[in-house]
């Protein structure tokens, strides 16, 4: 029987969980939970592995979901195991770099995949937020997810006036937690609809449009919007497959807007993104095709 490593928390987003193990039952599939605190690395003279719970391990396939938190360990161990053969399932340094938008953006502007036009900060004093021009305006944290810190603004000074003024990192010694960064978008469409696609091994698996519930911009399911299923045929389609093949990612999340003169722009992509949703709106059995591309071998035509 095949053995799949997952290494998360199996109840964080356990619905996502639940689906993957659903699929590797209808495959014959073993997954097995890799907790991310868990993990070590060894460094020596010529050699170097990966530890799990203490004990040096090399599986032969792996999933990595929850461990955005953990880039310091998981990241280098997760890359070791790809060096040394194991195969990992989104590289890692991709998936880590995916969640920072403003890194996304510029993989994307650099493969010519159409983005929204972006203004990234510290403080809003080191930008013209007014070349977005006379429109509304989003400000989002760089690394937020699930529309976490997402807010709308009539202006550029109406942003600027609320955004918080940190000035200077301290100058005491000591650790530093890395600070937030943050970017400004035009509201395409006055906010509320977007398209969220899920993509596996270049092709898109599901792909949905969702309308955020009266009164906000932000059209997470998390948050109330409604969704509907579009057709895999949908231009949203090939943008969001070429977004992921620019990122280096086998796997993630699209998010996606259609603009006044109908040309579909990426958003965000996401490594890590949970498919639950996208799987209830569409029917699409994402995690099937996750579980087929993981368990794919060189030659059979699906990896």
Known sequence: MTEIVVVHYPEER????????????????????????LLGLS???????VSYSGKEIRPDIVIHRTVAPFRGIAGPALACLAATGSRVLNDPEAGFRSRDKLLTTMTLVRA???????????????????????????????????????????????????????????VAAGYHVEREHYLAQPLVGGGGQDLRAYVVNGSCVALMRRTAKPGEVRANLALGADAAPLPLTHPAAGVAAAALTACGLDLGAVDLVEDGDGVIRVLEVDAWAGFAGITRVTGADVAGAILDFAAARPGDGRG
């Open 14 to 37: 356990a619905e996502n969980w639940a689906l993957l193990c659903a699929a590797a039952r209808e495959r014959g599939l073993r997954l097995v939970t890799w907790v991310p605190h």
């Open 43 to 49: 460094c020596a003279d010529g050699q170097q592995y």
């Open 112 to 170: 010519s995949v159409p983005v929204v036009p972006t203004l990234a900060f510290d403080e809003p004093e080191g930008v013209n937020l007014a070349a977005l021009g006379p429109v509304d305006l989003i400000l989002k944290p760089a690394r937020g997810v699930r529309g976490e810190g997402v807010a709308a603004f009539g202006s550029a000074a109406a942003l600027s006036a609320a955004c918080p003024r940190r000035g200077p990192r301290p």
